[in-house]
């Protein structure tokens, strides 16, 4: 069995790629500062430990042939557009420590969770964005704090490969929702936190949306993640490559979608004052196909039907309350 370890298991994406490695055969070792939340982790081994600290990430690599690093103090817009220092200080450690113990480890392959963060804030300022391809990210103006770790994190992958021969993937990820996922608390993203409103509003009722609801992102099934991260660690592909869709919807629709899929009647409540991020935001996905022959093909409409129904059921069994007011 191929050794492989996933950072920050405990997390929404690394839990479920956790349960796709062990499924294809892999022996797998999750690590993160905490157990997953939800339902109990697949991995074999879980280590539970601070990955801001060498040793940490010094003995959760040793024996590793991949590493798929996913660890990071990380969050929706309402999370990573406060706390900037706090953001971008953890996220350095836990990722040059994480790197430089892949290296010294030689494991044959580190896979670095970047982000659609990465690319210039200018090239956002309308809902009606053209679609960010991977060539665009330089000159760089990320967003701030957990953006600019990102970018930077993306250059050290490339040092790495060139002065030490580690071989390294990079993905840049545009928004991931799906079951498992963090809907309330504060971190979560928009689709999680559309549902949870949703599913707590009375049929005829009214929920808060931030901004205009006029601004636009492209939102990628979890199945579709963790299939695109298998896939391009398989590949020989080294530079940095976007993994979501390319179906550019506005929050409006995302509102409206979660809705019909509750079959209600919901009215929304604009307040601009809160977090909004870039205007528009999309993937060009004409690298991915020509790189893997492949892309996210799940729709928002089909993956946010069972993503609605599992946040209801964890709101029905009494299971959230992180939010003084869940409506919020
Ligand atoms: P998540 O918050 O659910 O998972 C991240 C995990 O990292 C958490 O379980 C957390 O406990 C762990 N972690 C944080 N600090 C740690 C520490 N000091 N030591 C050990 N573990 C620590 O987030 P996610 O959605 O699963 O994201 C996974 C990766 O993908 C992150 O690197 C994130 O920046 C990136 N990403 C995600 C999205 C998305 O839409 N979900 C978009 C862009 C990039
Ligand atoms: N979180 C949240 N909660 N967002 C809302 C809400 C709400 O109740 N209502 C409307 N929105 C709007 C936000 O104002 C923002 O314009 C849009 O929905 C998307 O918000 P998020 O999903 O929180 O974040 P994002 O798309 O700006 O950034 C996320 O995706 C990046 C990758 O594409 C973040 O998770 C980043 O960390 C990530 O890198």
């Not at 999680?192 to 601004?215: H, M, N, S």
Request: negative net charge; contains cysteine.
């Amino acid at each position: 069995m191929i050794p492989v370890l996933v950072t920050g298991a405990g997390g929404f994406i690394g839990h479920h790629l956790v349960k796709y490695l062990v499924g294809r055969g892999y022996w797998v070792r999750g690590a993160d500062i905490k157990l997953p939340e939800y339902e109990p982790s697949a991995a074999h081994e879980f280590l539970q430990c601070d990955l801001r600290l060498h040793d940490a990430c010094q003995r959760a690599a040793q024996g590793m042939e991949q590493v798929y690093h996913l660890a990071a103090d990380m969050g929706g817009i309402g999370f990573i557009s406060g706390s900037h220092a706090e953001i971008t200080l953890n996220n350095t450690l836990i990722s040059a420590h994480m790197a430089k113990a892949a290296a010294d480890n030689r494991v044959k392959r580190f896979l670095f969770s970047s982000s659609a963060c990465v690319y210039p804030m200018h090239l956002q300022t309308s809902p009606d964005v053209t679609p960010l391809s991977e060539d665009v990210a330089w000159p760089a103006q990320p967003e701030e704090g957990y953006g600019l770790e990102k970018i930077y994190m993306e250059k050290l992958c490339q040092y790495m490969t060139e002065d030490w021969g580690l071989s390294t993937r990079v993905v840049r990820f545009h928004n991931v929702y799906g079951p498992l996922g963090t809907y309330d608390g504060g971190r979560e993203k928009a689709p999680a936190a559309i549902c949870r409103k949703v599913a707590l509003c009375p049929d005829g009722g009214t929920i808060e949306v931030w901004g205009d609801g006029l601004q636009t992102r492209s939102f990628m099934y979890i199945d579709d993640c963790v299939e695109g991260l298998y896939r391009l660690m398989q590949s020989d592909y080294t530079a940095p490559l976007n993994l979501g869709t390319d179906e550019m919807i506005s929050i409006n629709d995302l509102v409206d979608i979660a809705a019909s899929v509750a079959d209600k009647r919901i009215a929304k409540r604009h307040d601009v004052s809160k977090p909004q991020g870039v205007r528009g935001r999309n993937s060009d996905n004409a690298l991915i196909r020509k790189v893997l022959g492949w892309e996210p093909a799940t729709t928002i409409r089909e993956g946010l039907a069972p993503t609605y129904r599992w946040i209801e059921a964890e709101l029905a069994a009494g299971r959230a309350g992180r939010l003084p007011d869940a409506a919020e």
